[in-house]
């Protein structure tokens, strides 16, 4: 099945929203192994959205649109399409219900339009709106279906999970299942590199890579009748992925490098504490991100002067004179003092220079000093994490905090 | 002037990446006055993309495309341009030795396939990439105008205000400018419902709001022959807005509340310090985002455990045992603590309950109190930043920083 994704809504066309349902809408399509081709915004101009309608409907056989159901004059597109394939329309009647209710238990007085809600073409398959008013609907005819979903995520999400998704399964028949690898410390461009032998050769389940800032996924799906003959498909290859990738793979279905580090710290019974300069509190933002953190995190400090790094976490007035701030000495000493503080079990330390003034010859901007401490493990990097281009302030410091919870991540897996 | 936008990437069709590009290029066209009717999105398949662009090009004057400007086989946007147009591709010489240049800088060998991104359509006009390598370049034929940008945000973001908006003004005739209000405290329907009369009777310069996570920003917007005259419609709306809106506008062309927090404490040689608990950092992080940063903020505290906030900050045991680590008490405690331990002239303290778990009936998930101190000024504020909906944490520790941020600033604005 290909499928194509329309949104309609001028105010997306405007810029003053960003389209989040194509992407949303994207992933789940993909994970169902479903093809799209083409995804297109129109806006609420009935015109110009029955002609992107005819388009779409040319190349994709499902399309699914996100938006206008709503109840004001500009909310066109049941209409547009019911016109398109030629039927009428009629109430549905359990969505009127529904709306009825919903005013009444908020004890607001309805006006007659909200009703156009409840209206869908003759025929057409209806799927129950679990967090707001207008239903979702399917229409089919001559083997091209139209979905239209209500436009706001917080809508159009659920609708999409619990209701059409089960109904595009049906539609192409079996299920999809898919595990993503974590991956750090290595490019994109070396995943697929090292991977493609693997990646072309393999059809069920399939092999894909993807890239974040300073991270690698890699998503291995499979398509089967039953979830557990999917999985069986999968496994194998996900241990395949683990043998050649080594140990950059940092988890498989973690969510995020916080998540891996804030689980493994719990199933371990670590407590960790931070100690930064150049990310001010990203990376105590990062863990206490986590729900449940609070049990594995003490605390961090974020020393911006000198005279805090020495009275706080016992920096070496003597190192900071000799070698300075940005050095492995002073990320080491950070990472110790923030222990000793807090009495953590481990400690990280980060100093470096985010730009875009403060670097020199010696110690240019994007340089970077990480140290982890703890009983077992003690350990300084040196980083260079400047591309050369200008305002990476943001990304230098992004770019620190993953490294930093890396190197944290590793020493806990190791303690 | 009508155009379209044609964002290319196998990675937005996937989901893996959300297309923020289409909302950015679609709010600049909206603010030039440019008008766009669709907005779409095709993979990296040549066959495909020809297809897209000619649909495009059948019914818009420019189409700006967007992605496949790199050096790797699946980046075909500027062969399939210049094939539509039946161009041949040259070397841009600029393009060649900065690249040449950064290769050279970063001590990395360079493959050819990195010159690739200096190739362009014959006769093109080439706009400089400031932070990337790829540059743009825009094709006129037939009095049809195609502009490709690269698909990295952080690349695309500054070419289009630096060289895409001024080559798109000189096309469309005269200038936009534009100023853009800064508010906190008011919603956007309220800002939209305040502001509504002025809105509709101002067509030059033009009033819109635009709502961001807590924040409401309102531009003016004006077209003119010349930036002085541009300016001399927008001051007086801007004041206007200003009187309208009242004390809740609390900048003009700021950029971030923690743009205008650094400014004002550069301005008045003032230093803060943070105290966090269930904002884990994020003050802290947002603070030091902002370049310079370091002269005027001295260091933070992320406190998860009340010994913890005992030691470091001094927050009474008593305290701890009466009323708990989320109480009013607490943050004032926290914000003077900071203040002593550092010696800042402005502290902050924030303590609360960011869930999902540890609320309760007294403590709902969402109670957070933010204190202030600074020699002048002490206050603190209670604030519920629960909006009843599931997956809040990270909803409310972004408002409960927001709102800190707005504290510190309008603390400071006072001194």
New interface residues.
């Given amino acids: 099945m290909i499928a194509e994704v329309l949104c309609i809504g001028t105010e997306?066309?405007?810029?003053?929203?960003?389209?989040?349902n194509?992407?949303?809408?994207?992933?789940?399509?993909?994970a169902l192994g479903i093809d799209?081709?083409?995804?297109?915004?129109?806006?609420d101009?009935p015109s110009?959205l029955k002609e992107?309608l005819a388009?779409a409907l040319s190349r994709a056989d499902a399309v699914l649109t996100t938006g206008g159901l709503g109840p004001t004059y500009d909310d066109l597109t049941k209409k547009t399409v019911a016109d398109y394939f030629g039927i009428g329309m009629q109430m549905h009647e359990p969505s009127v219900q529904k709306i009825e209710a919903l005013f009444k238990k908020l004890d607001r007085p309805m006006t007659p339009n909200n009703l156009l809600q409840a209206q869908v073409p003759a025929g057409s398959t209806v799927f129950f709106n679990d967090t707001g008013f207008a239903p979702g609907i399917a229409v089919e005819q001559d083997g091209k279906i139209v979905i239209m979903m209500p436009g706001p995520p917080?809508e159009m999400r659920p609708m999409f999970i619990n209701h059409i998704s089960p109904y595009l399964q049906r539609k192409t028949g079996g299920m999809i299942r898919s595990k993503t690898l974590y991956i750090f410390g290595m490019g994109e461009?070396q995943v697929e590199h090292t991977l493609r032998d693997l990646m072309t050769s393999s059809t069920n389940p399939t092999v894909?890579p993807?890239a974040k800032q300073g991270e690698v996924q890699v998503r291995v799906s499979a398509k089967a009748q039953s979830e557990q003959d999917a999985l069986s498909l999968i496994d194998p290859v996900v241990d395949q992925v683990k043998q050649i990738l080594g140990n950059v793979v940092y988890g498989v279905d973690i969510g995020s490098m916080q998540n891996a580090l804030v689980q493994t710290l719990i199933e371990k019974k670590l407590v960790a504490a931070?100690a930064?300069s150049?990310?001010?509190?990203?990376?105590?933002?990062a863990?206490?991100?986590i729900?449940?953190?609070?049990a594995v995190?003490?605390?961090?400090?974020?020393?911006?002067?000198n005279a805090?790094k020495t009275r706080?976490l016992g920096v070496s007035e003597d190192t900071l004179t000799a070698v300075g701030a940005v050095s492995p000495e002073t990320a080491d000493q950070m990472a110790q003092g923030v222990r000793t503080?807090?009495g953590a079990d481990i400690g990280v330390g980060i100093t470096g220079i985010a730009?875009?003034?403060?670097g020199s010859d010696e110690k240019p901007v994007g340089l970077v000093y990480i140290a982890v401490s703890s009983d077992a493990h003690s350990e300084v990097k040196k980083l260079m994490l400047s591309?050369?281009?200008?305002?990476e302030?943001?990304?230098i410091?992004n770019l620190a905090m993953l490294n930093a919870l890396y190197m944290m991540l590793t020493a806990v897996q190791e303690a």
Avoid: W
């Fill in positions: 997306i066309l405007l810029g003053d929203i960003v389209n989040t194509g992407a949303f809408i994207a992933r789940e399509l993909a799209m081709y083409h995804q297109s915004v129109v806006g101009n110009r992107s388009h917080s461009s894909a993807y931070t930064e150049c990310t001010g509190g990203l990376v105590s933002a863990i206490t991100d729900p449940g953190a609070s995190f003490a605390g961090g400090i974020c020393t911006y002067t805090l706080l503080l807090t730009g875009p003034s403060g591309r050369g281009h200008k305002d302030r943001e990304s410091r």
